[in-house]
């Protein structure tokens, strides 16, 4: 893997870090089930795609 692709893939790992921290925060302050439930399934799907990103390395 070159240089500029394990670059691309720390960016995107960082990326998809940032969206489960902040699915994670706004289900947490959500009071509408349903609402804090549709964050916390974005949390889980951006979560298998950080896992998906991270067994590339």
Do not use: W
């Not at 500029?4 to 990326?15: M, R, V």
């Not at 947490?28 to 991270?54: C, M, T, V, W």
């Amino acid at each position: 893997m070159s240089p500029k692709e394990l670059l691309y893939i720390e960016d995107a790992l960082g990326h998809t870090q940032f969206m489960i921290k902040q699915c994670n925060e706004a289900a947490k302050e959500l009071s509408d089930p349903i609402l804090r439930q549709q964050a916390q399934q974005l949390a889980a799907g951006n979560q298998r795609l950080f896992d998906s990103f991270y067994g590339l390395v």
